[in-house]
């Protein structure tokens, strides 16, 4: 992935100056009926003590942290440890102020209201000196009746955003609550509803941020609005779905409210609907025939309707319109039981989820763009993944992720923002706040096809007691907040959704004994079921290292820069230990991080293949995760800057739609061979399999016509090869799996009854030719005998890669296609063109 297009930057505002916008009219010339202002875009910023003297320019949405960098008061926190430097901008009190323009006719309106749609977090507003409100919850919307405050003429807003620090301490003073932290991380987050990975995450840093994070307006009406718009699907009936629609409006009205429903596919009208609100709110019905159902990625089409619902008066004039997205569909989150895992099921058919746990793209919300989370989706669909679990640990995200997942078939399993805390569920201002949390952002995302489940929390289930403790949060509050508040909250505003009360204790599994209990990745194959999070970590590459370091800095794995930049205890350690127990050392610096990834790859390969294996009894392969917040080492498979690790290239191969795999034996030579399908129909293929030695000289080798089910895992041969190890040694046997259909190779792979350090490699002479192609080259690979995980890099140069990480062997070359982030020349191309495998991994 190119460093271009995963670029952080401040997202662009407008600056709509104090410019006035209608939203709605009654009709062709008439005055409108809804005005907004645009509050977004250039402000100024202060600390507190020095608001009237000294200022920086801020931008809006934003943060406290991108302003002060953009302004130069401070330097990149990423860079090295700049982050420790940067802690006393958290303990500040910092004011936003900005002035507009207000039209003496805008205050004739009945109500005008300050909408904001994120404060982060403990905030006052005022305008013209006059106190509107204050704020809580990153996570809410607020609005303000601001009429009252404003004047004709100029005006002035004024937001002071305070630390959340002194609160923390003083309630974690009265009552501690038990958390999951790192050293370096304060105490108390839980008692305040903000992005809990603010504070610090075992992957991310410490940079606890303020400020309007999202859109902020002034909006004068008078008269009605959509308050709120239920969608219900009933699929009882074949080939047919019936929409059912709950409107409901506020505010100032005319007497007789009634409200027009138009949906529509691919821009063609399938249904109308008209509905009297003689009390502000009505039902109205819509039949769909032969509908476009929607389905996961690689089950079907993504198909999308919209609707749009207008509020309308007696005589027929639009006072306000809603529009949503709606995909066809019922998905349902089944229970284990003997024969199967947790699962879901969608459209009447369970399917396996394949997939990552997502973490916010940026320690900066406001730097991630629309493009960048499209990018994301659009890489995670690219290598067959359908599912991504929305951690609970960040933020509700913006609508841009869910719509692309719509568009993707990407299921997400949606947490609600608890995790790794106890929460004070006891304190009933606390479940207030919860409960309005809650509300909004149902409403605003549960129209979302791609929303297979919300959860009510990471993890507090495994420090749940029966009483409170200095450990554990107690079971019955545990109970009123996550089985009690939030469920009754789903039931409410999404009664046709999932809910359950928590991973994993919902039958999911969360299996750390490899990461965090020094377990080989071999115990991935004792366990089954959904795997909802499994991992472990490696660096970045060389290029994404060197943006946070100096030489210095990268003189070990274990350097003071390199350990900051990595959070999860003595994790360097850890990763390097484990290259031993798997691999030979590596040579360099360099090497050491290339073959972090190899090994992740590896590992987590192990578990993935093993789980689709055994299918009915693992039904979900999760791992833990898919992107960073900052350049880090941590457990993703794409870096900070887009980047894909060698473990997403080999995501491809384990998550494709049918594969090969096997189960070795070494004790007394025999290999399983399991062919896995996800594809809704039945196919033939041929399972072909070539044992070779390291120098790539063939065994043996054969073939076999193969039936292949629809959607299960079978064991379709055992190799009994116990003469071969026997005679060569189990460290000089490769066996090769291919399944060709229809004359294609949909599915290979590689398997050894020994562990990579065993093999005693030779030099592959992997040699490189190169093509000039439309949008970049393709490079052929070839080698003299097996190069196990070749990769292709560009020096100083970010590419798109269309494989890496691969086998290559003398009868089987590797084509690959290259498109540099900018312009080269081949004879440029071939001189940054960088070629390794594993053997060059190692020392001479």
């Not at 994120?118 to 013209?128: F, H, M, P, Q, R």
């Not at 106890?422 to 549960?446: G, I, K, S, T």
Request: aromatic share 10%; net charge negative.
């Amino acid at each position: 992935m190119t460093k271009r297009q995963f670029l952080r930057t401040t997202a662009a505002a407008t600056v709509l100056g104090s410019v006035w916008e209608p939203v709605r009219a009654l009709a062709r010339g008439s005055d409108p009926v809804r005005w907004r202002l645009n509050l977004n875009g250039a402000w100024q910023a202060a600390q507190a003590e020095a608001a009237e003297t000294e200022s920086i320019k801020a931008t809006v949405p934003g943060c406290i942290h991108t302003d002060l960098m953009a302004a130069g008061k401070i330097p990149d926190p990423f860079f090295r440890d700049n982050e420790q430097r940067m802690q006393w901008v958290s303990e500040k009190t910092w004011v936003y102020r900005r002035t507009f323009q207000v039209p003496e006719e805008t205050l004739r309106f009945s109500r005008v209201l300050l909408r904001c749609e994120g404060l982060d977090t403990l905030a006052s507003i005022k305008i013209n000196g006059r106190e509107l409100g204050a704020a809580d919850n990153m996570f809410r919307l607020w609005e303000f009746d601001a009429k009252g405050a404003l004047q004709a003429g100029e005006n002035g807003i004024e937001i002071t955003f305070h630390s959340p620090l002194p609160l923390m301490r003083e309630r974690e003073a009265k009552r501690p609550l038990y958390e999951w932290i790192g050293s370096h991380e304060p105490q108390g987050r839980a008692w305040v509803r903000k992005e809990p990975c603010n504070f610090g995450w075992d992957w991310g840093p410490v940079l606890i941020t303020c400020g309007i994070w999202r859109n902020i307006s002034l909006e004068a009406l008078n008269h009605a609005r959509l308050r709120d718009v239920l969608i219900l699907q009933d699929h009882a009936v074949a080939n047919r779905v019936t929409l059912s629609f709950q409107v409901t409006a506020d505010g100032p009205s005319p007497k007789k409210l009634q409200a027009a429903i138009v949906v529509s596919h691919k821009g063609e009208t399938v249904a109308k609907a008209a509905v009297e609100l003689p009390d502000g709110t009505g039902r109205a019905i819509v039949e769909l025939n032969d509908p476009k159902l929607w389905w996961p990625a690689g089950m079907g089409e993504a198909a999308l309707y919209e609707v749009r619902v207008e509020l309308r008066d007696a005589d027929g004039n639009a006072l306000d319109t809603v529009s949503r997205r709606i995909g066809l569909r019922t998905i349902k989150l089944l229970e284990k039981d003997d024969q199967n895992s947790l699962r879901f099921e969608v459209n009447g058919i369970p399917f396996f989820s394949k997939g990552a746990n997502w973490i916010p793209a940026d320690a900066f919300a406001n730097r991630v763009t629309p493009d960048v989370l499209r990018r994301y989706v659009e890489d995670a669909a690219a290598v067959n993944m359908n599912t991504l679990r929305f951690w609970g640990g960040g933020f509700y995200e913006d609508e841009a992720l869910f719509d692309a997942c719509d568009e993707m078939g990407l299921c997400v399993w949606l947490d609600f923002k608890f995790a790794c805390s106890a929460y004070p569920a006891f304190d009933e201002a606390f479940l207030e706040n919860v409960r309005l949390e809650a509300r909004d952002n149902l409403r605003h995302l549960r129209d979302h096809p791609c929303i297979a489940v919300w959860c009510g929390n990471n993890e507090i289930s495994l420090m749940t007691k029966e009483d409170w403790s200095k450990d554990s949060m107690g079971r019955a509050d545990y109970d009123k907040l996550f089985k009690g508040l939030l469920a009754s909250q789903v039931k409410e505003f999404a009664p046709q959704a999932n809910y359950v009360s928590g991973s994993p204790d919902c039958g999911d599994t969360h299996s750390w004994q490899v990461w965090h209990g020094g377990k080989t990745f071999d115990n991935y194959r004792t366990l089954t079921g959904f795997m909802s999070e499994f991992g472990f970590q490696s660096f970045p590459e060389p290029r994404t290292v060197r943006s946070f370091t100096t030489e210095e800095d990268r003189a070990s794995l274990v350097t003071p820069i390199l350990t900051w930049h990595q959070r999860s205890p003595k994790g360097n350690e850890k990763i390097r230990d484990m290259i031993n127990t798997y691999f030979n050392p590596p040579k360099d610096w360099e090497s050491s991080l290339w073959l972090s990834q190899i090994l992740q790859g590896y590992g987590i390969k192990l578990g993935a293949e093993y789980w689709r294996q055994t299918m009915p009894k693992s039904m979900g392969c999760v791992f833990w995760q898919y992107n960073d917040c900052w350049p880090v080492i941590s457990w993703s498979s794409v870096d900070y800057y887009g980047r894909w690790k060698a473990l997403h290239y080999m995501a491809r191969r384990f998550y494709a739609p049918i594969l090969v795999s096997g189960l070795e034996n070494p004790a007394n030579g025999t290999m399983d061979v399991f062919v896995t399908s996800d594809r809704l129909a039945p196919c033939r293929g041929t399972l072909s399999w070539q044992v070779t030695d390291l120098a790539g000289r063939v065994l043996r080798s054969d073939s076999t016509a193969l039936d292949i089910p629809a959607r299960q895992s079978q064991k379709v041969k055992t190799l009994d090869l116990a003469d071969l190890t026997k005679a060569h040694g189990t460290n000089n046997v490769l066996t090769w799996l291919k399944v060709m259909i229809d004359g294609q190779i949909v599915s290979d792979n590689l398997v050894s009854f020994a562990l990579p350090k065993d093999l005693k490699l030779g030099d592959p002479r992997l040699k490189a030719s190169i093509a000039k192609t439309g949008k970049g080259f393709r490079v052929t690979l070839a080698a003299e005998q097996p190069a196990l995980w070749a990769w292709l890099s560009l020096e100083d140069c970010d590419a798109e890669y269309s494989d890496n990480f691969m086998h290559v062997t003398a009868d089987a070359p590797a084509q690959i296609d290259i498109s540099p982030e900018r312009p080269l020349a081949e004879t440029q191309f071939a001189e940054a063109l960088r070629v390794q495998s594993l053997f060059d991994t190692y020392k001479a």
